[in-house]
């Protein structure tokens, strides 16, 4: 597969045309994740002013969080993005068989066989141990070096070099010819958690290993460097990328999100993604009915019930159970009964009030969305945090791409069906 580099190939209209509406898939699965791709755009315009000079790195693993990484890396690429990064090889690959042309960066810790992946496909390394170092040093050639960023682990205890052994391992590094050095970097444990002082004390070690490296007789000269993720840019701000050539690593905020809701405020973003799910069926139960698996739940009175058409299987979670809301007929109303694998139900009330007087199989619930129940409200139902939602929602899910930003008018999806399709 050839590997075009970000800088020779720049016209606007180099990809293989995306099909965003996937109408097939809408038909005949009840659950959709819409990925409304002008807040994506709105997020990392705000990113960009944000960041105050700092170019961003865009991270883009697990399948852009779950958002579809060939759609999102395409619209980043035409933001102007040119620094992308992924967890593993595999996912790399991918995007350069979608057509991604930029930088982009393997976060994960290399295997010494997979070397040969990362040449061909133009891939940028991490060197997280001594041993990854002498692996590279190895593979690369004059004529083919590797890109490698060295990680340092300050303190996130995960992968990464200690401060100690980073200069003896950059240095050698700077010297060969195979290797040519990306990339410093370290990764915050703590950042998205404003009360604790964990990530200065990270930071502190990180610019002492920077001092090191300006200080040594081996010339190492770095094409960047960065520590920073969006929880950093939110909490720290221009001191966590107050470096020669920096790059801010940002995932979750590109996606309209923040590691707590508490830090939402900070930053104006649009959630990207939502979630509906189609009523299948439609039943009126008499009082102490049971409702679904184990028949925990009993209706407390003559209830209209909607049966929807979404469940852990496509990544909501079964912990939602008792505690989540979805918004029906314009109302919020109680999932009740246990979420199953494909259905969950939904107590719409007495049959012959609002919304249950109104609600027709087809219609479509919002599981999450822009107004609440936000992806916040199920990440906390669900004892978890939101990247673990969107990540999770599962690859049975249609995902319906939608870009109402003027410039992109040709590319905006058709309309989603009006509620009353079928199914
Ligand atoms: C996932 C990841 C990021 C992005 O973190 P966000 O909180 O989503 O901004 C940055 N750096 C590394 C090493 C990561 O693994």
């Excluded at 020779?8 to 509406?21: A, L, M, T, V």
């Excluded at 010494?112 to 170092?133: C, F, R």
């Excluded at 200080?215 to 520590?227: C, F, G, K, L, Q």
């Excluded at 840019?233 to 990328?241: E, N, P, W, Y």
Aim: with cysteine; charged share 20%; aromatic share 4%.
């Amino acid at each position: 597969m050839a590997c075009v580099r970000a800088t020779e190939n720049r016209s606007p209209n180099r990809y293989p045309p995306i099909d965003r509406s996937s109408p097939r898939t809408d038909t005949l699965v009840p659950v959709t994740a819409t990925i409304d791709l002008g807040a994506l755009r709105h997020n990392v315009r705000t990113l960009q002013a944000h960041a105050e000079g700092a170019e961003l790195m865009a991270i883009v693993k697990a399948d852009a969080y779950g958002h579809g990484a060939a759609s999102v890396v395409e619209v980043l690429q035409d933001e102007g993005i040119r620094h992308f990064a992924v967890a593993r090889p595999a996912e790399g690959v991918r995007l350069r068989e979608a057509g991604c042309s930029e930088r982009i960066l393997v976060l994960g810790a290399p295997f010494p066989n997979q070397l040969a992946v990362y040449s061909q496909h133009d891939l940028d390394l991490t060197i997280p141990s001594t041993e990854a170092a002498r692996a590279a040093l190895d593979h690369g050639t004059s004529t083919a070096p590797l890109r490698a960023h060295v990680k340092v682990d300050t303190g996130m205890g995960r992968i990464g070099l200690s401060p100690d052994e980073a200069l003896s391992v950059l240095s050698e590094l700077a010297q060969a010819s195979g290797v040519r050095i990306a990339g410093i970097w370290t990764h915050f444990a703590t950042a998205d958690d404003p009360e604790s002082t964990f990530a200065e004390t990270q930071l502190t070690r990180f610019q002492d290993v920077l001092a090191d490296v300006r200080n040594t007789s081996v010339p190492i000269r770095p094409e960047h460097v960065h520590a920073a993720n969006t929880g950093a840019l939110l909490t720290i701000g221009a001191r966590a990328h107050n470096f020669r050539a920096p790059l801010i690593r940002t995932g979750i905020a590109l996606y309209g999100l923040t590691a707590r809701p508490e830090l939402a405020p900070r930053l104006n973003l649009r959630p990207v993604m939502s979630l509906h799910a189609r009523v299948t069926q439609l039943k009126t139960v008499s009082p102490g009915t049971p409702i679904s698996y184990g028949a925990h739940w009993r209706a407390p009175r003559r209830t209209r019930i909607a049966t929807l058409g979404v469940g852990y299987g496509d990544g909501y979670p079964r912990l939602c159970s008792g505690r989540a809301v979805v918004r029906i007929g314009n109302e919020k109303r109680p999932i009740v009964g246990s979420i199953c694998m494909d259905m969950c139900m939904v107590d719409l009330g007495p049959p012959d009030q609002l919304p249950a007087s109104d609600v027709q199989v087809g219609d479509k619930a919002e599981l999450f969305g822009a107004t609440d129940p936000t992806l916040y409200d199920v990440a906390e139902w669900a004892d978890t945090i939101p990247y673990e939602i969107c990540c999770g929602i599962s690859p049975r899910v249609p995902r319906r791409y939608e870009d109402a930003s003027s410039e992109n008018e040709a590319k905006t999806a058709a309309p989603p069906p009006s509620s009353h399709d079928v199914l």
